[in-house]
């Protein structure tokens, strides 16, 4: 099955929260993005606006540490990240930003990558505050798709809800 023809761009038909109120957090998608959950006991979800493949997707996920953070593990934590982004294939990463409160930390990184012989963007996020992880990660098929998407996955990375019930 073919995908439909794309408008100049992305065309929004209204959003949908969705929760996990056990896990504490919500991300709000465009409605007709595909939701898939997380399989083998992870906790969250993918979306994707494309039928037939989800290399064009939002992903979040809720990991729970065995123990608490604090925002004097920001540079330990980031260092980390950006080792794990370094080790994909081909990597050029575009930006990062660290940042801390007063209880929660926050990693941020947008880079390009080769995967499967395509050139992919991705914009990741990981949120700490206590015991808890909740990551971000908008991605692009390609560059270009991922230019197409970028409203709504920006959209997506900046209106998550944490501590929830």
Known sequence: MTEPKKNATPV?????KYADNEQGFAV????????????????GWIFTPNKDNFDTCFMCEKITLDYATTPEDKDILAE????????????????TK???????????????????????????KSLYWAEGNLVLIAQGENVEEYAYWESMLYSAMTTYELGIA
């Open 12 to 16: 929004y038909t209204g959003i949908r």
């Open 28 to 43: 709000w998608l465009p409605k007709e993005w595909r939701k898939i959950d997380l399989v083998d006991g992870r906790i």
């Open 80 to 95: 980390g990240f950006e080792e794990g982004i370094k080790s994909l294939p081909d990597v050029e990463i575009l930006e």
């Open 98 to 124: 660290y940042q801390s409160g007063k209880k929660s930390i926050m990693l941020e990184a947008k880079f390009t990558f080769t995967e499967d012989g395509q050139r992919r963007k991705r914009w990741m």
